[in-house]
């Protein structure tokens, strides 16, 4: 079957100084709604940063709005996604489809990417992508307003993370050569570990190759569906935004490498509060002395030197399903704000309480799986019981709170139609200088089938906390410190 002409890149026309910022407040907007908060004077910035680079070169301009509207970590992915929807490279058909001499097929496509991959040309992937999303990644009517193009469509038919070996084996004659080369020193042991590398190299070209794939589909799909409507279902929000009960494994695994930035930014947050809220009382001998040059008038109050005392923290985190990637994000996140807190007491359950402090001190990887290994957290059963972990915890660790303690407890407050055991959550709230329970569920779904959350409110606080941007807000508003 033909495939009908490509359509021709529109023509090159320089675009108007309006029109150029139409499309840059549009692209202000929708970084907005992606959670990047971009306002008047960053808006202002990039419209300068446009009239001295220009549009001629594209990277160059990209780099450009990117140092005046990226504020935070974890947002430069939404940012270019959104700038290669608003500042394309081309519109319609890449160069690539309409250079393509002959009909391809899915057999042809498959040997090219490969040949890219064992070559490692960056280059050759972008145009295989191109095609790739062309010939493959129809979907509906084009033309129409249902129509456009699937990157997961053009991923599943061309398969290419099953090409691991046939790239190898396009390599396999030059790595032969060096491995016989190398003499005895080397030996079996140093061509195995080249062929590992290559392997890790070849896996990271595959994934280059599904983002191109993801972002020649999205800019595609916009020319018909238009630019807004791609954005709100096809970028993804900051990392600070990425809801913790949904978030993917290589979602949760992003968050995992935010702590140390984010732990250096509310670190001195709090030093920053701390100071403000550590003045000290009046000293009235002092503040009489010094009145005296302004005729008794105490115009200049004088403040007795503070000693500033440091909290304690203890945090009781569920752990059990999906909970367990909000809670290791935010252990990890207090074990670097420990430097804040005079003391730290991490303690984990599911229907059972341990202490698990030592484990998140020594700040592993596999947090969860080693607290789920070696800690005593279920009795015999599986299944979260808040009632149970809490009188575990009133019986055996009750000396953990003090007058200076503040209590985190961490969890969805879904106990499975058990006991909630209200009492010891009262004795542990009234032991405790503030307790706060941080819940990973929206608001709107509390209450709503075994969840006793409205229940544990009217005992302790409670604080919506979805996402890395709530969880934030907490630390550095509302922890005592």
């Known amino acids: 079957m033909t495939r009908p002409p490509a359509p021709q890149a529109a023509s090159a026309a320089a675009p108007s100084q309006q029109d150029v910022a139409v499309r840059l407040v549009e692209f202000v907007t929708a970084l907005r709604s992606k959670g990047i908060p971009a306002g008047t004077s960053e808006t202002v910035d990039a419209a300068a940063v446009v009239e001295v680079l220009g549009l001629s070169d594209r990277d160059q301009l990209r780099e450009g709005l990117a140092s005046a509207l990226v504020r935070r970590g974890g947002q430069r992915d939404v940012f270019d996604m959104t700038f290669d929807l608003y500042f394309p490279a081309g519109i319609g058909a890449p160069q690539a489809v309409r250079d393509a001499e002959e009909e391809l097929d899915l057999d042809d496509l498959r040997d090219l990417l490969a040949m890219a991959l064992a070559e490692n040309d960056l280059r050759a992937l972008e145009q295989v992508a191109e095609i790739a999303v062309d010939l493959l990644g129809s979907v509906g009517t084009q033309g129409t307003p249902t129509g456009g193009w699937s990157a997961y469509q053009t991923l599943e038919r061309l398969r290419p993370q099953t090409l691991l070996v046939q790239a190898l084996e396009q390599r396999g004659q030059s790595v032969g050569g060096q491995g016989q080369g190398s003499g005895q020193a080397g030996g079996q042991g140093g061509d195995e570990f080249t062929r590992r590398l290559e392997r890790d190299e070849i896996r990271q070209n595959v994934d280059r190759f599904r983002a ?135 303690f984990a359950f599911v229907n059972a309480m341990d202490e698990v402090t030592a484990m998140v001190k020594e700040d592993g990887d596999d947090l969860a799986q080693r607290i789920a290994r070696e800690a005593h957290i279920t009795k015999w059963h599986t299944s979260s019981d808040y009632g149970e972990a809490l009188a575990d915890f009133h019986a055996h660790f009750m000396t953990a709170i003090g007058p200076r303690t503040a209590v985190l407890i961490l969890g969805d407050a879904r106990n499975n139609n058990q006991d909630p055991n209200l009492g010891a959550l009262h004795d542990i709230n009234q032991r405790a200088r503030r307790t706060f329970w941080l819940n990973p569920e929206h608001s709107m779904r509390w209450g709503l089938g075994d969840s006793i959350a409205p229940t544990y409110a009217e005992i302790v606080e409670m604080h919506e906390c979805c996402n890395v941007d709530q969880l934030t807000k907490f630390i550095t508003r509302l922890l005592p410190v």
């Open 212 to 346: 191109l794939v993801a972002g020649e589909a999205r800019r595609r799909t916009a020319e018909l569906r238009g630019r807004d409507t791609v954005t709100r279902h096809a970028v993804r929000t900051g990392t600070d935004r990425i809801d913790f009960l949904s978030a993917s494994k290589q979602q949760l695994e992003e968050l995992g490498r935010t702590v140390r930035p984010l732990s250096r930014k509310l670190a001195t947050r709090l030093a920053a509060r701390r100071r403000k809220a550590t003045r000290g009382r009046i000293d009235i001998r002092r503040t009489l002395r010094r009145s005296m040059s302004t005729g008794g008038v105490p115009m200049h109050p004088v403040h007795a030197k503070p000693h500033p005392s440091r909290p304690e923290l203890v945090l009781l985190c569920d752990v059990s399903g999906s909970v367990s990637g909000f809670s290791s994000f935010t252990m990890h996140l207090v074990q670097a704000l420990s430097g804040q807190f005079s003391k730290v007491r991490v």
